[in-house]
């Protein structure tokens, strides 16, 4: 019943930009703490930014400092991660997850199935 799922993926050109979408189903996403990660081929998963309840925010990846955002709209049970000026480096499957309690990087009970980012000219 509980469950995450990732859209907005896609193939951009490097600098520029995708808006991710987690929308929650069977829960209140308001109630919990919102995380977003990614994995690159070859390499071990990674956290990127977290949103908690409070709306407070935590970076977890000083590569995409000042150039990701992570928002969420309680109304429409749905978190977003903003990616400006993408680089061939950000290529990755991005996860939502979702936690009680504050932003960490473990922890996390639920997750969606990921949506593909693709960097590349």
């Known amino acids: 019943q509980l469950q995450l799922v990732e859209s907005g993926g896609g193939l951009v050109q490097p600098g520029g930009s995708l808006r991710l979408s987690c929308a929650a189903s069977?829960?209140?996403?308001?109630?919990?703490?919102i995380g977003w990660f990614r994995q690159a081929p070859g390499k071990e998963r990674e956290g990127v930014l977290c949103?908690?309840?409070?709306?407070?925010?935590?970076n977890y990846a000083d590569s995409v400092k000042d150039r990701f955002t992570i928002s969420r709209d309680n109304a429409k049970n749905t978190v977003y991660l903003r990616m400006n000026s993408l680089k061939p480096e950000d290529t990755a499957v991005y996860y939502c997850?979702?936690?009680?309690?504050?932003?960490?990087?473990?922890?996390?009970?639920?997750w969606g199935q990921g949506t593909q980012v693709t960097v590349s000219s």
């Open positions: 997850a979702a936690r009680r309690g504050s932003c960490g990087p473990q922890g996390y009970d639920y």
């Open positions: 069977g829960f209140r996403l308001d109630y919990y703490t």
């Open positions: 949103i908690g309840s409070s709306g407070s925010r935590t």
